[in-house]
């Protein structure tokens, strides 16, 4: 009985949380004459369609370079977050086995970092990047954001959890640092690694401002602004198609959380017992 509790109620969280998702795919499925043919109707027939169609897929999916920006994408995300991993790791290794003040110290200005707002150094990055000539391109895409500081913290906190004794013995065998950080240490903070992997993931597919900055080209920009457009148009926007989009976009990031689901519970339950 217990277990058939836990199961219910573990099944109602998850429809709770997935019904936003839901009412997205009842929206594209319909024809878009049917979107408001009810008004503010609350019933079964306004919310779920009478007569499902994929049109709207097929209208997303025909839109120009709007496939090509979906794979750009998750190509960019899967570098940018690889690389900020491995990056941020290396900061947050040093950081967390320094043993002068200067850690600390250095510690502390990452952390500062993160409560300055965005929006703030996105003209000052413009410019560098294109001093450098990365406009339009996905090195100005990518590497203004591979040093994310709220990486550097998460892990340097899941390493400070870490005895020394690892690294000691680690050294005692012959490894130097870099063998000793990715091949002894990083296998015993895997769901840290794998939930900061993921949120930069998501913090990607969330950023907008600065792909509209630095990329012009349709081809090499990404979905967000492509949905940006279906949504701001001249003319009225096809919601349905708009949904459709949407769900086209987020569906690359729906496997990574199923897939990396017991690492986060891992890190945050760990974060909680602190």
């Not at 199961?7 to 997935?18: D, K, P, Q, S």
């Not at 294109?130 to 709220?150: E, H, Q, T, V």
């Amino acid at each position: 009985m217990t277990r058939l509790s836990s199961l219910t109620v573990t099944a109602c969280i998850g429809l709770l949380y997935g019904m936003p998702l839901l009412l997205i795919l009842a929206i594209a499925l319909k024809p878009e004459a049917e979107i408001f043919k009810f008004g503010t109707e609350l019933s079964v027939f306004s919310i779920f369609p009478q007569k499902p169609t994929l049109a709207a897929f097929q209208d997303a999916l025909g839109r120009p370079n709007f496939l090509q920006q979906v794979v750009n994408t998750f190509v960019v995300g899967i570098i940018q977050s690889t690389t900020t991993i491995v990056l941020c790791l290396m900061a947050a290794y040093v950081i967390s086995r320094s043993k002068s003040k200067w850690g600390h110290v250095m510690s502390v200005a990452i952390a500062l970092v993160l409560f300055v707002p965005y929006q703030t150094i996105v003209v000052p990055l413009f410019l560098i990047v294109r001093d450098f000539g990365m406009l339009n391109s996905w090195f100005g895409l990518i590497l203004p954001w591979i040093a994310s500081p709220m990486a550097v913290v998460m892990l340097k906190n899941a390493l400070d959890e870490l005895p020394g004794e690892i690294d000691e013995a680690a050294r005692v065998d012959g490894a130097g640092p870099i063998r000793t950080l990715f091949q002894v240490v990083a296998p015993n903070i895997v769901p840290s690694l794998a939930t900061v992997w993921v949120i930069n993931m998501v913090g990607i597919y969330d950023s907008l401002l600065w792909p509209l900055v630095s990329i012009t080209e349709p081809s090499n920009q990404v979905a967000q602004v492509g949905l940006a457009a279906l949504f701001s148009t001249w003319e009225r926007p096809s919601f349905a198609t708009a949904f459709a989009a949407s769900l086209i976009v987020v569906a690359p990031l729906l496997p990574l959380f199923i897939l990396f689901q017991r690492q986060f519970a891992a890190t945050f339950a760990s974060a909680g017992m602190k």
